[in-house]
C-alpha cells in the first residue's frame, strides 16, 4: 500500500487576541521608577512584601494596599550567564541576567549584572545595588542595572 | 481510600523521534492505543473510558481529541480532557487513576501525545507569557539591546531554566560538569530503550562538555529534544485486574497528588515571591504522596525514580526534592555511581525527558517507565535488575510551578 | 470512600460582553466572594479543578496565571480543558474516592471581548480538509441540524424565534446575563441577520466574559457549609464521532447514552415525570428541541407543541433553561458549569424572578465540540 502526504500550511493568529491585563503591580512599580525609589506592596496579614506588587496577596487571598519603598541594595539570588544566541553562536560580550531579592522584599527582581571582570568570580549572595539610567521617565529602562558592591 | 487501582499496559506508538511528516495527530496516536491493548487480551469494547490531553497550542489543533475520536476508539465512550502543560501526561494518568478509584469506571485507558514537528514549539512556548510580555511593552522596557530583553524575561534562551540551574548548582556545591555527566548518563540510557529519541550508547561527560553553552551553565547537551510520540496506558480496578488474571504484572497506584505554586521565573507581572530552585510545592506534595502509600522513608523504600527534567540540572535536583537523597547529596551520589541502571537508586533508567520529549506525553511516559520497572517488562536493557517494590515517577511544569507524583508499586496499599 | 457529592456553594460572575476588569481580576473577585458569601477560606478546599483551553486564553498553559487567583497557591489543583461541567465531574470523582472531600471548580473565559469564538471553534476542526475548506464549522453543522430537524417535524421558522424569544426574555430577569433584549420579538427575531439559514444572529448565543465556581462537598462534610445542598446523584458524558457526515445530527445517540446513565445512577425511570427542570447548553437556539428529546425530557419531534403549549417556560410543565441558557450568556468553558450553578439556585429557592415553584430534581448538561460531539449530564436533587 502506498501512503501519500501532504503538508497543510496554517497559522495559529495570535493577533487575533485582545488581550486584558491587569496592571496595579506595574503601574505603581515604575511611577516609583521616575522617582528612582522601588515600590511594591505589602500584605498586612502575612507580611510578604511584593515588588512589584500586585492588589492582592496570594498566601492569604486578600486585597493588600499598602505601598512601601524597599531599600536599593540587596543580595545576588540566580543568575545565568549568556555566552551564545539562540542558535549557538558565541556572543562578543557575554553578559550575566541575575534574579536579586533587595533588602525588604519578598520578590526576586531580574535584571542585568554589572561590575564584574571574571564571570566565574560572581557568587550567589554577593551583595548589590541598583544602578539608574541618567534621566528616569517612568518607565521599566529606567532601572538601568545591578551593579556589585 | 478510594478503590485500589492497577496499571495493567503502557504501550508506545514506535520510537520517538523528531519529525514524522507521513502521519497526522490521530494517526500518531492510534498505534499506541493498539499497543497497549495488544500487550493484554483487552479490545476496544473492553474500555469503559477515556482520558487523553496534550499541549495543543503546539500542534495548532484545538482540542484534537474530537478529531482522533475514532483513531482511539473514543467515539461512543465517556472522554474527558486534561491538560496542565508538561505536567499534562502525568495529569491526565491521574484522571484516569480517579476514574477507576472512584468505581465510575473499571477499565479505563489514558493517552498523552504531542506531535512537535506540527506546529512549531518555540510559538507554543512563547505563547506562555506572550499577553504578559507584550504588557511589559506598555511600560517602557530597555528594548535596544538583547540585554534589556534578557533582563526583563529572564536568562536568555534557556529562560529561567539557567537560573534554577545555576542556584542549584551553588546549593549542592556542585559545578557544570555533574551536569555534564548526568546529561552522559541519560543519553546512554536512552541507548538501552528502544522508545527513546536521543540514543546515544556511551555518551561520556566529554561528549555533553564539548557541546556549546547557551547560557551558564546549561549547554546544548543538557537540554531536551523536541519529539513526535504517543503513550497509552491502561488502569483497571483491583476487581477486573483478578478477573482478567493480571495481577501477577501490574504497577498498582499505591500514592498520587498535584500540586501548584505560582508562575516563578519571568513573573514581573506580580512579583515573584517563590524560589524555584527551592520547590517547596514538590516537597509539600511528596510528602502527601509517600504518606498515602505507606512510605516512610522514601531513601529506603523507593527502588527506581522516573523525573520530569526538561534541563539536565534537574535530573539532580528532583530526586533531592522528592526527598530520594538528601539535599545536596545528589552530586556526589551520581559520581559514585548510585544513579546508573545497576546503582544504588537508578535515576531515569528511561533516559528520561532530555532524551525524549513529547511534552504532552513525557509526564506519562515517567509514569509508564516507573510502571514497567515495577512490572519487569523495561525492554532493551533498560530494566532494572534488582527487586523494586516501589517506584516514584514525577512531572513539572508552568512557570516552574506545578508538579506531579505518583508511586506505583508492586504489592496494592491494603485497605 | 465517600458514597455522596453535593452542590454547597454556588456563584457567577455578571457577565459582559467587555468585562471592564482583566480575567485574573474576574476570577479573583469571583471565588474571594464565595468564599465570603459562604463563610470559608480557600483552606476549606482540598483540590482545585479549573476549566479553560490555551485557545480561548490565547496563552499556552492558560491557568499559570489564573491558580494564584483561586487560592490554590501551595494547594493540589489540575485542569480540565473542556467545558467547566466536566471539571465539576472531574471533581465528582475526586470527591468519591474520599481522598478529599472539598472542591472548588471554576471556569472561565473572556469570550466577550478577547477573542472571536468562530475563529478558536475553527481551530478544532481537521487541519488538513476541513479548515481549509471552510464548510463545515459550529455554525454550519447547527444549521445542518436545525434544517433537518424543521423539515422532519414542520418545526417552522416562527417556532423557532418563539423558542429563541422565550429564552431572551428569560435572560432578560436573570441579573447574570449579559444579553437583555426587552423589546424582543418574534418579528424582530425573524428580521435579524441571516447567517446560515435558518440560522439568523439572534438564534446565537451571547458570548461572553465571565465565569463561574461551584463548591463541592461529600455527604460528609456538607453540612458544615450549608442546610441546602445540591446532590449529584447521575453523572454521564459520553463522545460521539467527529465527522459530521458520520453522525445522526437529530437522534444525538451519545447524548442519550449520557443521560441514560446518569438517570439510571439516580434511580430515575421516566424523567418526562421525573425532572422538574433542565439548564442545558445549547450553543445555538436551535439546538434546544433536539437536546431536549435526546435527553428524554420531550417525545422526539414535539419541539413544534412544546413551543405552542409553553410546555417549556417557566411556568410549564418541564421548564427548560428558565435561566435564558446561553443565549444569556456564553463564557465559554464557564457555560456548562453556570448550568449546574442555575439548577442549583433552582431547587435551593434562589432563582429571584425566574424561579419555579416546587422544584426538586433538575437535568444538567454541557457540551463541547462542533455540533455537541462531546456532552456532559448531570442530575442534581434537593
Ligand atoms: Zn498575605
Same mark, same amino acid.
Given at each position: 500500500m502506498t501512503q501519500e502526504t501532504r503538508i497543510i500550511e496554517s497559522t495559529w493568529d495570535l493577533t487575533a487576541y485582545q488581550f486584558k491585563i491587569e496592571a496595579d503591580a506595574l503601574s505603581l512599580f515604575v511611577k516609583g521608577l521616575k522617582d528612582r525609589k522601588i515600590l511594591g506592596r505589602k500584605c498586612g496579614t502575612c507580611g510578604t512584601v511584593y515588588v512589584?506588587?500586585? *492588589?492582592?496577596?496570594?498566601?492569604?487571598?486578600i486585597d493588600i494596599d499598602q505601598v512601601v519603598e524597599v531599600s536599593q541594595e540587596g543580595r545576588l539570588d540566580a543568575f545565568t550567564v549568556s555566552l551564545a544566541d539562540v542558535r549557538g553562536k558565541a556572543v562578543d560580550n557575554p553578559f550575566i541576567s541575575c534574579t536579586v531579592k533587595l533588602d525588604g522584599s519578598d520578590s526576586f527582581l531580574m535584571g542585568v549584572l554589572e561590575?564584574? *571582570?571574571?564571570?566565574?568570580?560572581v557568587k550567589e549572595g554577593m551583595r548589590v545595588k541598583v544602578v539608574w539610567k541618567?534621566?528616569?521617565?517612568?518607565?521599566?529602562?529606567?532601572?538601568?542595572h545591578f551593579q556589585l558592591i | 481510600m478510594g478503590r485500589n487501582v492497577a496499571i495493567i499496559s503502557v504501550g508506545y506508538n514506535g520510537r520517538f523521534i523528531s519529525?514524522?511528516?507521513? %502521519?497526522?495527530i490521530p494517526e500518531l496516536i492510534q498505534p499506541a492505543v493498539n499497543n497497549a491493548l495488544g500487550?493484554?487480551?483487552?479490545? =476496544? @469494547?473492553? %474500555? +469503559?473510558a477515556y482520558v487523553v490531553g496534550n499541549m495543543h497550542t503546539f500542534e495548532g489543533v484545538n482540542q484534537p481529541h474530537l478529531w482522533a475520536s475514532d483513531h482511539f476508539n473514543g467515539s461512543g465512550k465517556p472522554v474527558m480532557r486534561i491538560a496542565t502543560g508538561g505536567t499534562t501526561g502525568a495529569s491526565v494518568y491521574q484522571a484516569a487513576y480517579y476514574h477507576v478509584a472512584s468505581g465510575m469506571y473499571d477499565v479505563v485507558m489514558a493517552i498523552g501525545w504531542e506531535k512537535? +514537528? @506540527?506546529?512549531d514549539s518555540q510559538v507554543g512556548l512563547m505563547g506562555i507569557l506572550l499577553p504578559e510580555a507584550f504588557s511589559l511593552f506598555h511600560f517602557g =522596557?530597555?528594548?535596544?539591546? +538583547?540585554r534589556g530583553i534578557a533582563g526583563l524575561? /529572564? /536568562?536568555?534562551?534557556t529562560g529561567g531554566a539557567a537560573f534554577q540551574a545555576m542556584s542549584y548548582l551553588t546549593r549542592a556545591n556542585a559545578g557544570i560538569e555533574h551536569i555534564d555527566r548526568v546529561a552522559a548518563l541519560m543519553r546512554s540510557n536512552a541507548a538501552k530503550?528502544?522508545?527513546?529519541?536521543?540514543q546515544q550508547p556511551g555518551c561520556t561527560e566529554a561528549d555533553i562538555a564539548g557541546t556549546p553553552i547557551i547560557s551558564y551553565p546549561l549547554r546544548f547537551g543538557h537540554t531536551c529534544p523536541t519529539s513526535c510520540g504517543a503513550i497509552a496506558m491502561i488502569l483497571v480496578s483491583e476487581e477486573k485486574a483478578k478477573k482478567f488474571g493480571l495481577t501477577d504484572r501490574v504497577a498498582w497506584v499505591k500514592g498520587l497528588g498535584s500540586g501548584t505554586s505560582d508562575a516563578?521565573?519571568?513573573?514581573l507581572i506580580e512579583g515573584q515571591i517563590t524560589d524555584p530552585a527551592e520547590q517547596q510545592i514538590c516537597k509539600i506534595t511528596a510528602k502527601k504522596v509517600y504518606s498515602m502509600a505507606g512510605i516512610k522513608d522514601p531513601r529506603k523504600d523507593i527502588q527506581v525514580a522516573e523525573v520530569y527534567s526538561g534541563f539536565s540540572h534537574q535530573d539532580l535536583m528532583w530526586p533531592e526534592r522528592l526527598g530520594l537523597? @538528601? @539535599?545536596?547529596?545528589a552530586p556526589k551520589i551520581l559520581d559514585k555511581?548510585?544513579?546508573? %541502571? +545497576?546503582?544504588?537508586l537508578p535515576i531515569?533508567?528511561? /533516559?528520561g525527558v532530555t532524551s525524549t520529549n513529547a511534552i504532552g506525553a513525557s509526564a506519562m511516559v515517567r509514569v509508564g517507565e516507573a510502571a514497567l520497572q515495577v512490572m519487569g517488562l523495561?525492554? /532493551?536493557?533498560?530494566?532494572?535488575?534488582r527487586k523494586i517494590e516501589n517506584a516514584v515517577a514525577h512531572g513539572w511544569g508552568g512557570l516552574f510551578q506545578f508538579v506531579t507524583i505518583t508511586v506505583l508499586g508492586k504489592t496494592p496499599v491494603k485497605k | 470512600m465517600n458514597e455522596r457529592v453535593a452542590v454547597v456553594g454556588y456563584k457567577q460572575t $455578571?457577565?459582559? #460582553?467587555?468585562?471592564?476588569? &482583566?480575567r485574573e481580576r474576574m476570577v479573583y473577585e469571583l471565588v474571594k466572594s464565595l468564599y465570603h458569601d459562604m463563610g470559608i477560606? $480557600?483552606?476549606? #478546599?482540598?483540590t482545585f479543578v479549573l476549566a479553560s483551553n490555551d485557545f480561548t486564553d490565547g496563552?499556552? #498553559?492558560?491557568e499559570v496565571f489564573t491558580v494564584p487567583r483561586i487560592g490554590a497557591y501551595m494547594k493540589d489543583e489540575t485542569k480540565v480543558e473542556a467545558d467547566g461541567l466536566n471539571a465539576a465531574l472531574y471533581a465528582y470523582m475526586r470527591i468519591l474516592t474520599g481522598l478529599y472531600n472539598t472542591a472548588l471548580v471554576i471556569g472561565f473565559s473572556m469570550a466577550g471581548s478577547e477573542f472571536r469564538v468562530p475563529l478558536t471553534q475553527s481551530?478544532?476542526?481537521?487541519?488538513?480538509?476541513e479548515r481549509p475548506r471552510g464548510i463545515i464549522n459550529f455554525y454550519s453543522t447547527a444549521a445542518l441540524q436545525a434544517g433537518a430537524y424543521m423539515k422532519k417535524y414542520k418545526f417552522t421558522d416562527e417556532d423557532l424565534a418563539q423558542l429563541t424569544l422565550k429564552n431572551i426574555r428569560n435572560a432578560n430577569n436573570n441579573?447574570? !446575563? !449579559?444579553r437583555k433584549d426587552p423589546g424582543a420579538s418574534v418579528e424582530k427575531i425573524l428580521g435579524s441577520r441571516p447567517l446560515y439559514l435558518p440560522l439568523r444572529e439572534a438564534h446565537v448565543s451571547t458570548y461572553a466574559d465571565g465565569a463561574c465556581a461551584v463548591v463541592l462537598s461529600s455527604k460528609k462534610t456538607a453540612k458544615k457549609f450549608t442546610d441546602k445542598p445540591v446532590w449529584i446523584d447521575g453523572v454521564g458524558h459520553f463522545m460521539d464521532t467527529y465527522y459530521v457526515g458520520d453522525r445522526d445530527l437529530l437522534a444525538m445517540e451519545h447524548l442519550t447514552a449520557a443521560a441514560k446513565k446518569a438517570y439510571k445512577m439516580a434511580g430515575i425511570k421516566n424523567p418526562k415525570k421525573e425532572i422538574d427542570l433542565a439548564e442545558i447548553h445549547t450553543n445555538? &437556539?436551535?439546538e434546544e428541541p433536539v437536546l431536549t428529546e435526546a435527553l428524554g425530557l420531550? $417525545?422526539?419531534?414535539s419541539g413544534k407543541d412544546v413551543v405552542k403549549s409553553g !410546555?417549556? !417556560? #417557566?411556568?410549564?410543565t418541564l421548564p427548560v433553561n428558565?435561566?435564558?441558557g446561553p443565549l444569556g450568556a456564553n463564557p465559554v468553558n464557564a457555560t456548562g458549569l453556570i448550568r449546574l450553578a442555575e439548577a442549583s439556585a433552582q431547587l435551593r429557592k434562589? &432563582?429571584?424572578?425566574n424561579q419555579i415553584k416546587g422544584a426538586k430534581t433538575a437535568v444538567v448538561h454541557a457540551q463541547d465540540g462542533p455540533g455537541a460531539q462531546l456532552n456532559t449530564v448531570f442530575i442534581v436533587r434537593r
Open positions: 512589584p506588587g500586585p *492588589t492582592y496577596c496570594r498566601k492569604c487571598l561590575g564584574w *571582570t571574571d564571570w566565574r568570580s541618567d534621566v528616569t521617565q517612568g518607565a521599566l529602562a529606567d532601572l538601568s | 519529525k514524522r511528516p507521513d %502521519i497526522n500487550k493484554t487480551k483487552l479490545k =476496544p @469494547e473492553h %474500555i +469503559d512537535q +514537528d @506540527e506546529g =522596557p530597555d528594548t535596544s539591546s +538583547d524575561g /529572564g /536568562g536568555g534562551s530503550n528502544p522508545y527513546a529519541h536521543l516563578t521565573t519571568g513573573n537523597f @538528601e @539535599e545536596g547529596m555511581g548510585g544513579y546508573a %541502571i +545497576d546503582g544504588e531515569n533508567p528511561s /533516559g523495561a525492554e /532493551g536493557g533498560h530494566q532494572v535488575k | $455578571k457577565h459582559t #460582553i467587555d468585562s471592564p476588569v &482583566a477560606t $480557600k483552606d476549606d #478546599i482540598d496563552r499556552t #498553559i492558560s481551530y478544532t476542526m481537521d487541519p488538513a480538509y441579573p447574570f !446575563a !449579559a445555538f &437556539a436551535s420531550f $417525545k422526539p419531534g !410546555a417549556s !417556560a #417557566i411556568t410549564g428558565p435561566s435564558g434562589e &432563582a429571584g424572578q
